[in-house]
């Protein structure tokens, strides 16, 4: 594995998407004529995202500790595993 050094900087993918949510949110409030209710709504939800797609990073979950995990409580890795007391319909 390669130690590279990670960057506070927001990416361009970042970038991409908070330009087009602002220009929605620009269409939105040229329709609406005035600011209302609703776009302080979508404007949360703007930031709210932007602020989330930020934190969180692009890269791939680990499968390895996902597969270990499940198999040492005996659940099986390759599907979906049922709740105890719940009983298949195809069994």
Do not use: H
Not at 58 to 74: D, K, Q, V
């Amino acid at each position: 594995m390669s130690a590279k050094k990670k960057s506070w900087k927001p990416t361009n993918k970042w970038w991409a998407a908070q330009c087009t949510a602002t220009a929605t949110l620009a269409v939105s409030w040229v329709n609406a004529g005035d600011w209302n209710k609703p776009l302080t709504i979508a404007l949360i939800g703007l930031v709210s995202q932007a602020t989330v797609a930020y934190l969180v990073s692009n890269a791939e979950p680990s499968t390895e500790t996902s597969a270990t995990s499940g198999a040492a409580r005996g659940t099986p890795t390759g599907g979906l595993a049922t709740s105890p007391g719940v009983r298949s319909s195809t069994a």
